[in-house]
T-cell receptor, first 117, second 114 residues
Framework: EADIYQTPRYLVIGTGKKITLECSQT?????MYWYQQDPGMELHLIHY???????EKGDLSSESTVSRIRTEHFPLTLESARPSHTSQYLC????????????????FGAGSRLTVL | GESVGLHLPTLSVQEGDNSIINCAYS??????FIWYKQESGKGPQFIID?????DKRQGQRVTVLLNKTVKHLSLQIAATQPGDSAVYFC?????????????FGQGTTLQVKP
């Protein structure tokens, strides 16, 4: 079982609310990621981090922001949620070293399904 | 833009048959590919990976084949079981840097009929 946890699993909120999606991993992985996934569709990278105090935007533009103050924690925040933010958000982590097969493997959390009314 | 894609959105197979899920990619610079399985309500789970210097890799009941000439990747599942029902994604890592910035395809839903 993956040691990466996301809360809340499901969240329904009104437009304009501020929300934070939590992601924590106990594997000591340096790299962490946030992917956005609409139902039945592919995953799109929206944020990633290579370590503490490191954050970068992903390939898909997102109005959300992230922080990485501790290795194990990578929360995602939406300051003012809108219906267009309705989606599933998946957090993942991976080890830094990559010279072995499987070393680039991402371990995913179960996801946070956000619905903005 | 360039993307990783799957040929069929849905594949229905009989329990016990072999399943073949296909994926086409367009970036010849991609050097690493992964197959993920995503069950309903869960995050993607690693199945098997392959590097571009290989053309075949086998795991338990699964085999990944890579054809770099036609930029095609396939996942073969032997003796498909009801528990194999899920959405399967192929993903690629572009370039030699290990950024973990995987590009995902759209997914194929595997339905296993009893």
């Amino acid at each position: 079982e993956a040691d990466i946890y996301q809360t809340p699993r499901y969240l329904v909120i009104g437009t304009g609310k501020k929300i934070t999606l939590e992601c924590s991993q106990t594997m000591g992985h340096d790299k962490m990621y946030w992917y956005q996934q609409d139902p039945g569709m592919e995953l799109h990278l929206i944020h990633y981090s290579y370590g503490v105090n490191s954050t970068e935007k992903g390939d898909l533009s997102s109005e959300s922001t992230v922080s990485r103050i501790r290795t194990e924690h990578f929360p995602l925040t939406l300051e003012s949620a809108r219906p267009s933010h309705t989606s599933q958000y998946l957090c993942a982590s991976s080890e830094s070293l990559v010279l072995m097969p499987g070393a680039n493997v991402l371990t995913f959390g179960a996801g946070s399904r956000l619905t903005v009314l | 833009g360039e993307s990783v894609g799957l040929h069929l959105p849905t594949l229905s197979v009989q329990e016990g048959d072999n399943s073949i899920i296909n994926c086409a990619y367009s970036n010849s610079a991609s050097d690493y590919f992964i197959w993920y399985k995503q069950e309903s309500g869960k995050g993607p789970q690693f199945i098997i990976d392959i590097r571009s210097n290989m053309d075949k890799r086998q795991g338990q009941r699964v085999t990944v084949l890579l054809n770099k000439t036609v930029k095609h990747l396939s996942l073969q599942i032997a003796a498909t079981q009801p528990g194999d029902s899920a959405v399967y994604f192929c993903a690629e890592n572009r370039g030699s840097s290990n950024t973990g910035k995987l590009i995902f395809g759209q997914g194929t839903t595997l339905q296993v009929k009893p």
